[in-house]
């Protein structure tokens, strides 16, 4: 089955830091790609997306391509705030398997000032 | 307005007790979803509905049982509660997408304690 794997974190990093968050994924079909974030005591939201091969998500200074030889669909952003503290969620859409949403395990990161 | 609403935001009971979570969305969305988060984040799905009709039904006790009076409103009631339900219950919904694009809006939580 559709599975998506993200590096665990805490990931920890101070403001103006450059973040990536590793995800890959298995899936049956040719899947869409999502980030969602997750801040604190709140609900997720959709962060950036790519539905095909060499596609690039961005949004916030966010950034992550869709890698099919790879498989992965890296987050990245260049220079960190305080802000961008929360939990980020990596998730494929796969139409072989009814469109359902597979998210993977979160990333926890927090910047510090 | 809110997008999608859940109530109530915090559930405390107690084990043996029977309860409900309502979910509702403005957003005009055909299908919606319940999702599991356990405290280490991880998300799970639950259940989706599409117009009413149920499409995705994971391995969960039947001691949960979703109901979708309209395609707007999609409840959870969870019978006989175990420690182990102890959870932030998350309602989504969605435009069906042919694509894989499947965006979600989820709503803001319910977190369920069970002493």
């Known amino acids: 089955g559709d599975s998506v794997t993200q590096m665990e974190g805490p990931v920890t990093l101070s403001e103006e830091a450059f973040l990536t968050i590793n995800c890959t994924y298995t899936?049956?079909?040719?899947?869409?790609l999502f980030w969602y974030v997750q801040y604190p005591g709140e609900g997720l939201q959709l962060l950036l997306k790519?539905?095909?091969?060499?596609d690039k998500g961005s949004n916030k200074g966010f950034e992550a391509t869709y890698r099919k030889e790879t498989t992965s669909f890296h987050l990245e952003k260049g220079s960190v705030q305080v802000s961008d503290s929360a939990v980020y969620f990596c998730?494929?859409?796969?139409?072989?398997?009814?469109?359902?949403?597979?998210f993977g395990g979160g990333t926890r990161v927090l910047v510090k000032p | 307005d809110t997008a999608v609403s859940q109530t109530p935001k915090y559930l405390v009971t107690q084990m043996g007790n029977d309860k409900s979570i309502k979910c509702e969305q403005n957003?005009?969305?055909?299908?919606m979803y319940w999702y599991k988060q356990d405290s280490k984040k991880f998300l799970k799905i639950m259940f989706s509905?599409?117009?009413?009709?149920?499409?995705i039904n994971e391995t969960v006790p039947n001691r949960f049982s979703p109901k979708s009076p309209d395609k707007a409103h999609l409840n959870l009631h969870i019978n006989s509660l175990e420690l182990g339900d102890s959870a932030v219950y998350f309602c989504?919904?969605?435009?069906?997408?042919?694509?894989?694009?499947?965006?979600?809006?989820f709503g803001a939580g319910s977190r369920l304690t069970v002493l």
């Open positions: 899936a049956t079909g040719y899947p869409s």
């Open positions: 998730a494929l859409s796969d139409r072989a398997a009814g469109n359902k949403l597979t």
């Open positions: 989504a919904s969605s435009l069906r997408a042919r694509s894989g694009a499947n965006v979600l809006t």
């Open positions: 790519a539905t095909k091969a060499d």
């Open positions: 509905y599409n117009n009413k009709e149920l499409i």
């Open positions: 957003l005009g969305h055909d299908t």
